[in-house]
Structure formats: C-alpha cells, structure tokens
C-alpha cells in the first residue's frame, strides 16, 4: 500500500563531465524529492515509482552492508548540532551512505526479542509465591505462632530488560517509517507477523505519548515538522533517563545518527550513494558468475563478491598473480572467462556513457595533450575524461598481451576476445570500427583486435543483485 503523502518524481541519470553521479532518494532543502535512476535503467512497462525505489534500496543497502568502509563522496558525512550548525565528520563509516545503512541496522535490532518485550530475569519482588517458599525462608519474619511473613520473595519477575522509557517505540516508529517508504512489501514478505505487531504496539504507544498523526512520517508531507519533534522527543527520552545497558546505549546512538545526519551543508538528505560505479562493478560480476559459473572463470577481481568461499577466492587471486603481475605492478582485469572453444574472454566493466557515443566507435581513444594546462575547471574534466579512455584501452591491451605471452603462450590474436560492459536499457553489442580489418589485414591506428561494447541492460543486472538481499541476514 502507498503512503500517505508520499510523492517523489524520476530523474534520469546523465553522466556527463562533472556531473553528480548520485543514485537512489534525493530531496532537496525544499522538501522536494526525487528518484534518481542508475545510467540506462529503464522501468518494466506497469512498474510503479514505489517498486522501483525498493528495488534501488535494497541494492544500495546491500552493497553498503557488505562493504560500509567503500569511499564517502565530498558531499556527504556532514551532522547537524543542537543550534542548525553543521560539521563534517569522520564518524561510523556506514554514515557514507547517507543514512540508508543505518536504517537497515536500526530494522536488524529491533528483530531482537530482547529490546521489544518484557522479559523473566531474576531478582526480588514484592508480593507472595507459594512455590518459591523453600528458597526464601532466610528472608521471612517468623510470627509468633511460627508462621513466615515474606515482604519480598526472591522469583523472576517480568522486567524490562534494555529499558523502561520510550527508547524502543521511538526505534520502532522511525523503523516502520522506513520500511513503509524504502522497502515497500517487505512487512508482509519479510517480516514475521508476531513481531510485526509487536512493532506496531510499541510505535502506536509511542506516537500516542507524543501526539502524532497517522500520518507523521519523516519522508512524506509534513516531513520538516516531524523531524524537530521525533529529534526533540529522543533528546528527552535520553536526558530523563540515559540509557545504562550496551544495547540501549548502541541503539540511542543509532537513532541519534539518523535523527541528526544532514547531507550536506546546505540542507536535504540523500539516501543514496556517490560512486555507483562500485556497486555496477559488483552487480555485473554477481551476474556474470552465475551466467558463466565458476568453473568457467579463470581469473576476476573478487574483491566485491561476497558469496564466493575461500578455496575459490585464493585460485582466482593466483591466477591473477601469475598472469598479470609483472614488472612491479599489481594488475586486476574485472574477469578473465575461458570459453567453450578454448579461446578467453575479458570483460571491464565501465558505468560511464563515454562508451556509447558515436566518437568512440570511429577512433581509438587518444591521449590528450599536455602542453598547455587547462584554463577552467570544464577544460580540467575533459581532460580527465579523455585520459581516462585512454588509459582504459591502454589497460585492456596490456591484459590481453599478458593473457596471450603468460598463459596461452601463443601469439594468434584470436584466442582473445575483449569485451566492455556497460549499462543500457536493452541487451546490444557493437565492434568498434577502429578494429576492424582492412584489405592488407592490417589494423588502422592500432594492432589491438577482437574489442567490442556489450550493452547490458541495467534493470536485469541490479534487480539480480538485489534479490540476495534480506532485512534480516
């Protein structure tokens, strides 16, 4: 079910020079709030915006759950103090993902029956217990006629362990909150419905106490009031009765970030993360190995695969070893995969629409000059984008040359076929006409043969890597 009040538009992504490259739910100091798609991602024909927003979470949140050092952008990592100021902060690396990682680590504890309940623990209590009699004769006062009187009886009591304030409905409210607006259908898929309306119990008792609406949310209408008072109301909950127990405390400093995370100096929130090519890296090598299968991959950069055991780790790392380093420089092709005919295939896998511009497919990349510094800061970009396309092809010869010289041993240019994946709306393929044969079988401007671009459509590969993505593992 849609929330209440909750409107957001799509924004296709442009990855043009010096543009921001931010993917997921950004909303501006104005409150206006918008979607912003990966590079070439198109929406299934009757997919809603909500559908997609949950698919792009949970892809977010489980590459910042397995990977929460990944480098934070410039405009992240900024809190807010009690008078609107704001610092840049090193802070818990999971804040580089602008809050999305902490709410998925607020939903992870609150699946601990510990913090919900009330709980049996030992201790004293008033009142009287016929089967706890004989371990609490020392403490009764004996009447005259012999008879023991107990005032307290040592039992196990229910109490509330973590604590006994509104620590845990507050938790509570911002948790459903978020599952309501970033993971839509996963409180009836994902979560079990005891503790379902356990959460609900406490969040209702909690938004009673403070006087909120049904529908108060920190991410629909009426966002920038609610989040003053829910900011105000932990601050009480916190200074009447600070937490004592590890998890309290833990779970008061959790909120406490969230609450008060800003992303950036001048207002809004971003629930989304910079530098998406790392996570188009590590959804392109999850597909590729299951379309591939391991057996079938020689070599990869397996530092983003983290359903890959040991054993396969290490014959993968020297497999690398052995191919490519050489001459004091630790080279890591993305994959390297043997075919059914014997030949290889290497795949780089690029989030950039540098590859899919008309100008790349006449003629090799070429490295910009150096004799004059650039004037401007768009002069500087565009120079920085033309080396790295040259760097790029430079460094998917330089593995082709080490496949064919330190494994194949053999110097038929054939048995190596290059690939570049990057993302587009629909599967294609297309051979760079600056490889293509001429009449005397000479390449023009380079010996560099067998390079192609693979479009492969962004929607299929991130929707298969947010499928092994759960709440609660």
Known sequence: MKPKGWHFELQHTELASGGESYVGLVRDAEGKARLRLPYGYRLDQGESKEACLGQLSRVLARFARSYPRERRSEREGYLSDAEGRREQTDGPP?????KLASLVELIRRLGDPQLLALVRIPGLAAGFDERHIS????????????????????????????TRNDLVGLACWIALDALRHLFPGAMDEEIAPNLLEEWETLAARFADSQHLSQDASLFGNGHEATLPHIQDALAAITRTEPPVHAQARELAELLGSILHYSANAGG???FGLKGFYRVWEAACLEYALEEFGAARILSC?????DSVSAPQRQLWTDAR????????MARRPDLIVRLDDGRLLLIDFKYSSAYAEESFFKRRPQKPGTQHQPANRLAWL?????????????????????????????????????????????????H???????KSLHLPDTGYRQLSVRGVPAATILRHYAR??????
């Open 301 to 305: 950069d397996h530092e983003l695969l």
């Open 432 to 438: 760079c006409a600056w490889q293509t044969w001429d």
């Open 321 to 328: 070893r052995q191919i490519c380093a050489w001459n004091g």
């Open 382 to 430: 565009k120079f920085c984008e033309e080396l790295k396309l040259h760097q790029d092809i430079a460094n998917l010869e330089s593995y082709r040359w080490l496949l064919m010289q330190r494994h194949l041993r053999n110097a038929d240019e054939s048995l190596v076929e290059t690939q570049i994946w990057i993302p587009a709306q629909q599967d294609s393929q297309r």
């Open 268 to 270: 809004g929130e971003i």
């Open 468 to 473: 092994k993505f759960t709440l609660f593992s």
């Open 94 to 98: 999971e804040l580089g993902y602008a």
């Open 135 to 162: 371990r609490n004769l020392e403490r009764a006062v004996y009447l005259p006629d012999h008879t023991p009187y107990f005032e307290t009886m040592w039992a196990r009591p229910p109490q509330m362990r973590q």
